[in-house]
Each structure stands twice: as C-alpha cells, then as structure tokens.
C-alpha cells in the first residue's frame, strides 16, 4: 500500500499544478477586468499596463452609475432572468417527471425529437419568435422577453436524467397512500430534485441574465433593455472609456458570482450524484 501511494503522488502533484495554471488562465481576464476598473481613467490605456494598480479609485463604478438607464437595465435583466429561471425549473421538472417516470405511446419518440432541437442554432429561430411576438404585439415588453425562454431542451433534459436516478419506489409508496400526480409531484419529486433543480437554476439565470442578441432585437426603448444590451449601446457611444466600460462589467459579474456561490453545494451535488448513478 505505501508503495502504490508513493507511485500516485508524482500524478497528483502534476494534476494540482495543471489544475492550477488552469485556474489561472481562467480567472486571468476576470481580474483584468476588475483591475481595469479600478484604475485611473488615464492609465487604463497605459503601455506597459499594471497589474497591480498604485492608486485603485471607484471614479470609473461612480461615472458608470451617473449614467441614465442603469438602474433600469439592471431591474429588466433581474426580472427577465429570475421570471425565466422559475418558470423553466417548474415546466422542465414537470417535463422530466413525466418522461423519466410515465410510460406513454411515442414518450421516447417525443422526448429525443425534443432535445433534438438543440442541435437548431438559436439565429435560425430568432425571425420566426419576432414575427410570433410582433403579432402578438408583445414587442418591447417583458412578456416578449420572457416567453420565449420558460422551457428549454437542456433543462428537459438534465431533469430526465436527475429524475431517473430517483427510486420508483418512492412514487408508488405515494400513490398507495392516496396521492395524486399533482400531490406525488409537490410532495415527492420536487424535494428529492432540489439539486438538480438549483444546477437547472444556476445555468438558466447565468444564460439569461447574459442573454443579448434577443432583447437586443426585441426591445426598443432605453426603458425596456437588459444590462448586457445597454453595456453594449454604451461602449458603441463611449468607445475609448475603457475604465467605465470595465466598471459596467464588473457590476454585470456580481450577480452571476453571488448565485453560484449561494447554491454551489447544490450544483456540486447535483453534479455527483449524476455521475455516481447516471
């Protein structure tokens, strides 16, 4: 045993220092971007740049706030991302119950026709959605947002397979104690998926909350646009501020960085009970 011990630690200590030139690598352009952020307006095109800035400063998160329309940006991209986030964890486990637990004519047909549809690129869909919403007069609203987003091929899927792993044993013992479906789905199902619901929820609210090409075609107004279409407006009208334009993407990560760091313990459960019985 302390043979095969001293064999594996070389292995380990080369898999920790991969790990970590990777971690490196990844988080490099997000401390950039805080660094960009905090430095002076006048050094941020500075050759050779800093990496450690001598005189950090708030000027930039200041002049970015004095700006119309954030606050409003920032409350759409929240009400766009939470709406979604909840009504597609709802819709998704309702979807991967039935297909996980419920034997029904074409239920495997129907369900690999459905995760099919992610091979569909999203911009061969956009002309169809704006014609259906412009119809439907929903153009710059946040129904129009929001609608075309409350069920996903993914979270279908992903809640499938969760459900799958769940024992079937279970939803018996509930039928013979006089549940229902809709009892045994509230009572059962939703608390024993309450990991793979919060890796549904993190994915879903970070893909809505950086969602940018559909509210960018949907919306019109100042009023009505999301946090990553008014950084986008705003760095087309202040090319060269690249402190402020930093600020505003700093501000846009915090939201993303505190979700995860809420339900890691979930999305790590999550992600191990998948594979130990998927």
Known sequence: MLVE??????????????????AIIALLPLYWMVVTALQQPTLTVSFPPEWFPSNPTF???????GRPHVLTWTTNSLIVALAVTGIQIFTCAMAGYAFAKK????????????????????QVTLVPLFLIMSRLNLLDTYAGLVLPGIAGP?????????????????????????????????KVILPLAKPGLAVLGIFTFMGQWNQFL????????????????GLA????????QYGLLMAGATYAAIPMIIIFLMFQKYFLRGITVGALKG
Not at 233 to 240: F, G
Request: with cysteine; charged share 15%.
């Open 59 to 65: 000027l930039n998160f200041q002049r970015f706030f």
């Open 154 to 186: 993914f979270g279908v899927f992903l809640m499938k397979q969760f459900i799958s792993t769940l024992p079937t044993d279970l939803i018996e013992a509930a039928t013979i104690d006089g549940c229902g479906e809709w009892l045994t789905f509230m």
């Open 5 to 22: 011990e001293k064999k594996t630690r070389p292995g380990h200590y080369l898999s920790f220092v991969f790990l970590l030139g990777a």
């Open 233 to 240: 407006l705003l760095q087309e009208e202040l090319p060269m």
């Open 214 to 229: 559909w509210p960018l075609i949907i919306t019109n107004s100042s009023s009505m646009r999301t946090l990553p279409v």
């Open 103 to 122: 034997k029904f004519p074409g239920g495997n047909f129907l369900f690999y026709l459905y995760i099919a549809s992610m091979m569909i690129p999203g």
